[in-house]
Structures are given as structure tokens and as C-alpha cells.
Antibody, heavy 122, light 107 residues
């Protein structure tokens, strides 16, 4: 079955970086884009960006430009989200999510990872 | 960026009620509007895509509609498991912005 399994919770100090992984299984990894979505405690969903696992190209929300990097490893069917210069406001759950349709950028997300909690605290 | 304005932010209703949540886009999104349900501590779940298409496995009491830049999610008869938060999202252009969310609570 199609599944996205994310890495475990992280605790980081302000100014540090975090790298979250999302391992895909049950489908052709390079045929589907992957989104990253953030949710701060008690808050709504925030779209961070999208990566094309086929060629590694990524588009980021302006808010995160310069601090975010989305990468992939096709040998392990894993995408990564790295966020740097962490501050307390970055404390959140981070989700990877796959679009419904292959090779399509403009789709709803129908498969989600379980979420990774990142806590930024001194 | 396209802004998605969702209302109400919270809603109290009873089992069996019909409820409606609305979402307005700041510009045309050509029907690229999706609805998600989220329960506490869980990942969001896709309910409706393309404004009015029911995702596989989602009960038929959920429906979506569009009128220009206004979109509606309707639950025809609330069930106990429907009490959750709901989010709209546009996937027309990046950033794929979400609405602020609606928390549906039991009256």
C-alpha cells in the first residue's frame, strides 16, 4: 500500500538546523511530486513547498526562501526537508504529502506522512 | 499569493445537523479547491478535490460546490466522527495556500 513514513521527533536549539525525512513506498517514487506542510501548535496548515523527485527541482513558499531546502534520494525513495536558522516560532509538526495524480503539480494531497514534531527551545 | 478566506472559524452543531463551511479565494482558481478534515494529533485527510469531487472512501454526506471564487463544503447530516477541523486549500498556483480552518464542535 502507498505509505509515507517520516523520521522521529527532534528537539533543536535556536539557530540550529533540522533535517526531516519522508520515506515513500508502494508507488513509483519519481512519478509523484511531494509537498511539505507545517502546522504550529494549535494553528492551521501552512504550505512550505514542493519537490519533484524525478529531477530534484523544488519550489518554496516565499516565507521560507533562504532557510529551506528540499532534497531527495532516489535510491531510497526518500525526500528530505531541511530548515535552518531555527527560531522558537518554527516549533511545529511537519508533514510530507503526495498529490493524487502522478506528474502533476496542481493536485490535492491524498497521502500524508504521520508528521514529525520539531521543537525549538533553548 | 492567493489568499483563502475561510468561515466560520468555529462552529457548534449537533449530530444530524446540516452544516456548511465556506471558503473564498482572492482571485480565480479555476476550481482547484480542495477540502481536508483533520482530527487532533492526526494528519489531514482529503475529503473533496477539484471543488466538488468526492475522494474515494469518503462518505457521501460530504459534498462540495463552487460559485466563482466562493466554495462550499457541506455535511448533510453530521455524524459523531465528523467533529474535527476542516481546511480548504487552493492548488491553482504556488504557494498552495490553505484557509485558516474551521473547528467543528459538538453543541
Amino acid at each position: 500500500q502507498v505509505q509515507l513514513v517520516q523520521s522521529g521527533a527532534e528537539v533543536k536549539k535556536p539557530g540550529a538546523s533540522v533535517k526531516v525525512s519522508c520515506k515513500a513506498s508502494g508507488y513509483t517514487f519519481t512519478s509523484y511530486y511531494m509537498h511539505w506542510v507545517r502546522q504550529a501548535p494549535g494553528q492551521g496548515l501552512e504550505w512550505m513547498g514542493i519537490i519533484n523527485p524525478s529531477d530534484g527541482s523544488a519550489t518554496y513558499a516565499q516565507k521560507f526562501q533562504g532557510r529551506v531546502a528540499m532534497t531527495r534520494d532516489t535510491s531510497t525513495s526518500t525526500v528530505y526537508l531541511e530548515l535552518s536558522s531555527l527560531r522558537s516560532e518554527d516549533t511545529a509538526v511537519f508533514y510530507c504529502a503526495r498529490p493524487r495524480l502522478s506528474n502533476s503539480y496542481y493536485n490535492a494531497m491524498d497521502v500524508w506522512g504521520q508528521g514529525t514534531t520539531v521543537t525549538v527551545s533553548s | 499569493d492567493i489568499q483563502m478566506t475561510q468561515s466560520p472559524s468555529s462552529l457548534s452543531a449537533s449530530v444530524g445537523d446540516r452544516v456548511t463551511i465556506t471558503c473564498r479565494a482572492s482571485q480565480s482558481i479555476s476550481g482547484y479547491l480542495n477540502w481536508y478534515q483533520q482530527k487532533p494529533g492526526k494528519a489531514p485527510k482529503l475529503l473533496i478535490y477539484g471543488a466538488s469531487n468526492l475522494q474515494s472512501g469518503v462518505p457521501s454526506r460530504f459534498s462540495g460546490s463552487e460559485s466563482g471564487t466562493d466554495f462550499t463544503l457541506t455535511v448533510s447530516s453530521l455524524q459523531p466522527e465528523d467533529f474535527a477541523s476542516y481546511y480548504c486549500q487552493q492548488s491553482y498556483s504556488t504557494p498552495h495556500t490553505f484557509g485558516q480552518g474551521t473547528k467543528l464542535e459538538i453543541k
